[in-house]
């Protein structure tokens, strides 16, 4: 039983368009969530994060959106440049000392140059 | 070196053997964990551990051993490999505040069974 879903195991797009990389999840107690990013022969590196307070979070050219409702979230990407080519992974927890983060199966983002 | 290395990158074995992965982390973070990452899969976590001598299993534990004796060490013992467990596996670390969940990653060890 996944409880985090990533749908669509891969993504093309236009260096300079948008990327948007989709994440669902079922478990109510999640609320904290996370982006990692995943090069090949290399570990995850943490990209972004949001708290369920909140229903927008920006870094840079990175922003994630946060419908609780929906229990969905999203990672744009504007500009998409060829270096954000990668494995993308959606994580979440809930919060406490003892949390433990649960990954979606990633998506794989390419930027055509 | 600063950070969180693995030890080895690649490693193959054959059905049977027992081989150990090696995790260290310089940061001196109370949690430490370890995942598996396979296609189809995601990253899964097999065990974890909150601090020296308290570890705990995750959602695949089953054919694996942890210990963790010092706050900077936690390695992965298969007791007796098996094809299944060919995989990419990823130690990471976090620090001990709740509500903070971020978890650094190191850079993989490839584990192949014949």
């Known amino acids: 039983d996944q409880q985090v879903k990533q749908n669509s195991p891969s993504l093309s797009v236009q260096e300079g368009r948008i990327s948007i990389l989709n994440c669902d999840y079922t478990n109510s107690m999640f609320d904290y969530f996370l982006w990692y990013k995943k090069y090949p022969a290399e570990g995850p590196t943490f990209l972004i994060s949001?708290?369920?307070?909140?229903d927008k979070n920006e870094d840079g050219r990175f922003t994630v959106f946060l419908n609780k409702s929906a229990k969905h979230l999203s990672l744009h990407i504007v500009p998409s440049q060829p270096g954000d080519s990668a494995v993308y992974f959606c994580?979440?927890?809930?919060?406490?000392?003892?949390?433990?983060?649960?990954f979606g199966k990633g998506i794989t983002l390419s930027v055509r140059p | 070196d600063a950070g969180i290395t693995q030890s080895p990158r690649y490693k193959i074995t054959e059905t049977g053997r027992q081989v150990t992965l090696m995790c260290h982390q310089t940061?001196?973070?109370?949690?430490m964990f370890w995942y598996r990452q396979d296609l189809g899969h995601g990253l899964r976590l097999i065990y974890y551990s909150a601090a020296a001598d308290i570890t705990d299993k995750g959602e695949v534990p089953d054919g694996y051993v942890v210990s963790r004796s010092k706050t900077e060490n936690f390695p992965l013992t298969l007791e007796s490999a098996t094809r299944s467990q060919t995989s990419v596996y990823f130690c990471a670390s976090k620090l001990t505040k709740g509500d903070y969940n971020e978890q650094f990653f190191g850079p993989g060890t490839r584990l192949t069974v014949l």
């Open positions: 940061w001196s973070h109370s949690y």
């Open positions: 949001i708290s369920s307070i909140k």
């Open positions: 994580a979440a927890s809930d919060t406490g000392a003892n949390s433990k983060l649960t």
